[in-house]
C-alpha cells in the first residue's frame, strides 16, 4: 500500500477530535443533514459545519445537496484506508516484539 502522508495526517488529524470522531460514527450508520447533526452537540450550527468540513477534507465523510439540505455520508474507504495503516503499524511492532522474544530466549 503506498501512503500519501499528507492524506494520513489529514485523516487522524480529523479523527484526533471526539466531536468529529462521533459525528463519523453517526453518519457511517446513517446519512444525515448537518442541520440534524447540529441538533445533537451543544455547539453552534456554524461549528458543526466547521467540523464535517475536515471530515471532508480528510475524506471520511462525503456531502450531498438534497433541495436545501446538505446530507453527509461516511466513506468507509478512507475508514479502511486508515485501518490497513494501523494494521501494518501493528506489524512492524509485532516484529519487534518477536525479535525480543527470540533473544530473550537465546540468552
Do not use: N
Request: charged share 35%.
Amino acid at each position: 500500500m503506498v501512503v500519501d502522508q499528507a492524506e494520513v495526517d489529514r485523516i487522524f488529524a480529523a479523527l484526533a477530535d471526539a466531536t468529529r470522531r462521533d459525528i463519523v460514527t453517526r453518519v457511517l450508520s446513517r446519512e444525515a443533514s448537518v442541520s440534524a447533526l447540529a441538533r445533537q452537540y451543544a455547539m453552534s450550527f456554524a461549528a458543526v459545519q466547521k467540523h464535517v468540513a475536515v471530515l471532508e477534507r480528510a475524506g471520511l465523510v462525503t456531502k450531498r445537496r438534497s433541495g436545501r439540505e446538505q446530507l453527509v455520508r461516511g466513506d468507509i474507504d478512507t475508514i479502511r484506508r486508515a485501518r490497513e495503516l494501523l494494521g501494518q503499524y501493528e506489524e512492524i511492532w509485532r516484529g519487534r516484539v518477536d525479535r525480543m522474544s527470540e533473544l530473550l530466549e537465546d540468552s
